[in-house]
Each structure stands twice: as C-alpha cells, then as structure tokens.
C-alpha cells in the first residue's frame, strides 16, 4: 500500500463503501500487549507450524518422554544402587591391583593419595557413564531435578546497564522507527493502543518509506496526524468484529488446531500448534469432507477471517464464495457483499470480470453457462458467444447485459437491427460482418449453440436477479474481478436454495475469473485468496490447469468438497495434481480415500515378525522333559524367532482415512510455495 494511495481505490470497476465499520477498535474486554507481541519468539519451523513462541521438540527427549514416570524412577534407582556397588568394588580390585604391582607400599604418601585419588575418579566414571546411561539419569535430573531447583532459587544476578538496555529495545515495538529518523512518529504512537492490525499495517508503510527517502517526512506526518489509524483501510476498518482465532499477522499465520503427538506424524510437528498462512495457501488447498465434519466451521471461516485480517493490514485481498446461509463471518467482516436474488443486496456482479478483451470475457462466461454434460459442445458455445459479445462492445463501448446478450443469441429481430445500426454509427460494421453472418446462417438449426445459451441465460434473466447483472449503469453497482490489486474483502452469497442451477453457474464463473485476474495481475504484492465452500460446481479443466499458474502469482485458492464424486472423473487426478495442499475430513467415502492415499505416497516402516514352531532342540533328556511337560499342562514347547525388516507401507490407507479419524480431526499435508513438503499430519482442530 503505497503513502499517498493507501486510502484510494479505483471505484470505476469496484464499490467500496465508504462509511466506518461499527467497531473500529480491538476489542476492550482482551488487552493487548503489543510490546510482549511484537518481541515474542518466532524461530524458524517447517511449513504448518505456528511459530509464535513455538518451542523446538528434542527427538531424544521427546523418546524419552514416552516412559512413564515410575517405571523411570525405579529404573534409575536401581542402576544406582548397581552403579554403588560396582563402583565400591571396582575401587577395591583396583588398590589391590596396585598393590600387587607395587605402587603403593613403595611410594611417597602423596604419591599413594594421588593414586587412590585417580583410581576413584576413573572408577566413578566409568560407573556413572554404564550405569547412567542405562538409568537414563540425564533425563530423571531435566524432567524432576532442573525444576525442583528452579523453584528454589530465589536470588538471581542483577542485569547489566547493556543487558537492561538491549532488552527495552526488543520490547521497543517501534525501535526501527526511532533508529530510521521516525522518532516524532514513534513518540506519538507511544501514547496510542495499538493493536496487531495497525502494528502490521503501519510497519508495512514504514518499509514502503524506507524505499526513497522522499517519503520519509510523509510517513511521519500521516502518522503524527493520525496515530494509529495512519494509512487505515478504506473502509477506516481496523478489527474485525467477532474476532475468534488466534492470528499472527507478522507472519500471516492463522492458528487451526495443534498437530497430534502420534508415531505417524513427523517429530517436528508433534504437539506443535497447525497454522495456514500465504506461505502454504499459494499452493492451493482442497479440502474433502462430508457435510457436519467441520470443513466451514474449522476451515473455511478461519481462513477467510484470516485474508479479511491481512486485508486490513494491507498484504492481501480476500474474495470468499459460498451459499447464503453459509457460516463464512457476518457481513461486517467485508467490504462488499454481493447476493443475487436478495433484493436488499447493495452490490452487482460484473459477469465480465471487466476484462479488457471481448473474446477472453465471452470465453470465460461461455464455460460457466454450460454445464457439465454439455462441456462436449464449448468450443462451439464460446465462438457463437464470441460473435456477439465482441460486436456489441464495438458498437456500444460496453459488454451487453444479460437480457440482451439472451436476445442477441436468440435471434430477435429488433435487437439484431439495433446492433447493425450500432455498428454502423461506429464505423465498424465490416470487421463483424463475417461473424453476424455466421450467425445467421446457424440460427434456426438443431445443433444452434446460440439457442442452447439463450436458455441457460435464462436462468439469469428471472425478476429476482433484477439489477444484479446489468452493465448499462442503471443497476447496482458491479464489482469486478480485476481489482485484486486493492486490500479488498469480497462475500459473494450464492442463492442455491432458491436458484441453484444459477448458483452452480455463478459460482464457476467467478472462480474462472479469479484464476484469471489473480495470474495477470500487475502488481502482486498483496496475497490473492479466495475461498470457495462448496467447490463442487466451480471446477473445470480450464480452472484447474489455472490453479497451478498461481503459486508464482501470490495467490491461492481455498476448495471444500462434500465428496470427489461430485467432480467428473477424468477431472479428479489432475485436481490432486494441481493442488499442493489436501486435507481429508473424517467421514470420507473410501473411494475418496484412496485418491488421497495414492497422493501421499508409501514410507519405510520398521516391522517386526514373530514365528512360534515346536522345540525339537536337545537330547533324550530335553526331550523326556518336554513331553511330560506337555502330558501336565497340555501344552506343547515351542521356540519363538524374532525377524525385523523395513517395509514400504502406505501413509494413511484408504480404510483408515474412511473410518479410523476422530470426530473433530483431519489428515492434512502441506506444500510450500518454495517446494517444501511436510507429510500428511494428524491435526486436532477443536482448539
């Protein structure tokens, strides 16, 4: 966001409203300490891992962990009692040894004493060495003896002058623009309550002026005049209302759950709390899952209250699409709230996407009319939608609305003339006369793609839409898909009640121009997200080959699906391709499951086999022995032989996917932007 701009957007292909949100400041009842925030410890993770204040796991500590603390104990105890015992005796063998040799009776007295001296000392290590290893003493003393003397310790040293003085600039969340020349601004945002969005945000525009030093006494007169509302969001937001997960924005991460302390999880991520951010989400997530298993409620809304954070900070835009009564934050969380079929809605839908090419904006809306069974006939759809489109934006300056594209494509007369004459007042009509003439000569036949699309604009020409879709200025105003250069948050609430076949269209329609404008986007410094609930009707072959496009775009997708069967089948394989990131619900059918199992691969496993045959070993004795054994107790002497391997095994088997995950839980695997891969996790996302 630049200085000057931070506050601008271009409102000739958006509406942004302009008024306050109705609670504009971070909560009251939670205070925040933006001090402790800002210096909290953030070291290095894998990807998924929430790095705030996260502690690295010690494997070798996390094994020894696992034993119980009595087993620990007694096991301690009596490798030193042991370890006593031996060292006594050692220290005895060892005087009688030198004895013999002569060294001690022969020899000065302090002489003698250096030599019993070091005897006992070698002795003593050699026994606390076996002995301590075997007790695992280094663990009895960090897990009950570290602590016990910690809490004992009452005094410690005072800090230095240095040490004081480093550690209040750590704290100093506003210590880069003390040192930076900002010291005015800095001293005016001292006295303010400043929260984790403006922090992030004011930070963003610091960096911003750090660039050319022209903007320098800029930055620090928005900032005296304004505090921390300095460069605010354009709609003066500056927190969310109903704000519930936990959020660092310093890293755009967004807390989900925590990582499971299961042998099938890595030891990095282990009883470490799951978070998503930009990082991950760039490489797209589909996420599968019955209805009820939290795929909204724990996903879905989570991340979008994530994007609409990041938004009013300014790194990112957010777009989340999704049924009316759909649980994705209240209306106040967006900038613009679009609702076809809701009369009270305030905002329209361009079905162009503003796009600057008639031929690329026919193209896409020809793919979203059609539905899945009569993908077969698109190419012939998108070059009749073509022939119309293109010639009324040459004649009009303007993409026709939906009743006159309907009319256009149906052949009426009086709307065919207008067009002609159009043409002509524009001086254009002979660069379209071969495609009105083909039209022509296709309409009133049977395979007439243009009638086949009439109809399916009918679905949107119904009084309920009324305004929702015009693009002559007289409905409402139309948000367009271009604009994902601005912080903006967009909800789109899809009428699948009331319109559902219109839904499904709309919602293909919009995801296609979100691929395309996010992946042709000029500048792509803000992360471009876009959530989708239920992504069974918004996927295509075209979309998805989109989908891999994004990763070097600064944008991502968000995809939940009930069940893969909702997609086509040859449409199924190349969407696990495309995506880097999956999640599987529990509840899943087992065909489902074993899409994400083939997907996830194998791993080495050490597996070890026991085989019981009868003892036929020994004499006649032995022998005699075993068979009144087994004539006593009816068993019969068997030997057991121990056979350890490593075998390929599958991460998560399709069973264990369908019936094996916990209520509450999912298996999610992650890929990172920069080709970093962590392994399907078991995560708990009920805390």
Known sequence: MGLDGARSHDERTTATPRTPMPNPRPPARVPFDLAAWASAPRPEADPGVFRQEHRQLDPDRAEAAKVPTWPLLLRAGLNAVVGWLAYVYGVEVAKYGTTLIGVLPTRSAFVAISVVLTLNVLVAGIVIKVFGRMGRWPEVWRRYALPLLSRTVTEEAPATEEEQSEAARQRDPWSVLRQGGAAAAAGRLDGEAVGDVDYVRIRRAWESAQADPAFLPAFVQQVSLRGAAAFAHPSEARELPGRAERHDLLLGQVRLGTAQDVPKNPLSH????????????????????????????????????????????????????????????????????????????????????????????????????????????????????????????????????????????????????????????????????????????????????????????????????????????????????????????????????????????????LVGQFVQAAGSRGDRSLFAGLVVDDASAALDAGIVRGLQRLRGANAGVVLLLRTLVDLPEALRAPLFGAVGCRAAFPGIAPWDGRLFSEAWGTHLVRETAVTLAPDTSGGIVRRAGRLGRKALSGTTAQTESVTTREVERLRWSPSDLAHALPAGHAVVSLTAVSGEQVPPLLVDLRG
């Open 270 to 509: 282990r009883a470490a709390g799951f978070a998503l951010d930009p990082v991950v989400l760039g490489t797209s997530l589909l996420a599968v899952g019955p209805a009820g298993t939290g795929k909204t409620a724990r996903l879905a809304r989570p991340v979008a209250e994530a994007l609409c954070l990041q938004a009013l900070a300014g790194t990112a835009c957010a777009v989340v699409i999704g049924a009316a009564d759909a649980d994705l934050g209240p209306d106040a969380w967006y900038d613009v709230v679009i609702a076809p079929g809701d009369p009270a809605s305030r905002y329209g839908l361009d079905l162009y996407g503003a796009a600057q090419d008639p031929d690329e904006a026919a193209a896409r809306l020809a793919e979203a009319l059609l539905p899945d069974e009569l993908t077969a006939r698109a190419e012939t759809a998108r070059t009749a939608l073509q022939q119309m489109v293109g010639p009324f934006h040459a004649a009009f300056g303007r993409y026709p609305g939906v009743r006159e594209l309907r009319a256009l494509l149906a052949g009426e007369p009086e709307s065919l003339e207008a067009l002609v004459k159009g043409l002509r007042a524009a001086e254009r009509l002979g660069s379209f006369e071969r495609d009105l003439a083909h039209r022509e000569h296709q309409r009133g036949r049977a395979d007439d793609p243009g009638a086949l699309l009439a109809d399916r604009l009918a679905l949107l020409d119904r009084p309920a839409f009324e305004g929702a879709f015009t693009t002559d200025g007289t409905g409402r105003p139309p948000f367009a898909m271009r604009v994902l250069d601005h912080p903006l948050r967009v909800r789109v609430k899809l009428p699948e009640r009331s319109h559902p076949e219109a839904a499904r269209m709309l919602s293909r329609l």
